[in-house]
Nanobody, 126 residues
């Protein structure tokens, strides 16, 4: 069971990054049938929800602070979920984790997710 997140890096405020999460093994099958989400953890803070997309991409939920700036999408044929992040702010600095849900739809709670990736670091400079 592997979720491999990538795409993090250092960017100036106002810039963009696109995170990608590829699933393999049992997690690969979970991606194609279940919701996929992104969470983040800033230094010294608890992990928090960022966004989730349902199995058929017919439902998305975003944390309020990223609405209008971040877009989550998925490609079930490639077992991949993406997070396009625009207009980045220094407060977006965090390690970003992808997660596979337990069912076709998932929400903001950690308990809704069964597999977690290792995280990718996003640093936004002011």
């Amino acid at each position: 069971v592997q979720l491999q997140a990538s795409g993090g890096g250092l960017v100036q405020a106002g810039g963009s990054l696109r995170l990608s999460c590829a699933a393999s093994g049992r997690a690969g099958r979970a991606v194609s049938n279940n919701a996929m989400g992104w969470f983040r953890q800033a230094p010294g803070k608890e992990r928090e929800f960022v966004a989730v997309v349902s199995w058929r991409s017919d439902s998305t939920i975003y944390e309020d602070s990223v609405k209008g700036r971040f877009t989550i999408s998925r490609d079930n044929a490639k077992n991949t979920v993406l997070l396009q992040m625009n207009s980045l702010k220094p407060e977006d600095t965090a390690v970003y984790y992808c997660a596979a849900g337990r069912s076709s739809y998932a929400g903001k709670n950690f308990a809704d997710y069964q597999y977690w990736g290792q995280g990718t670091l996003v640093t936004v400079s002011s």
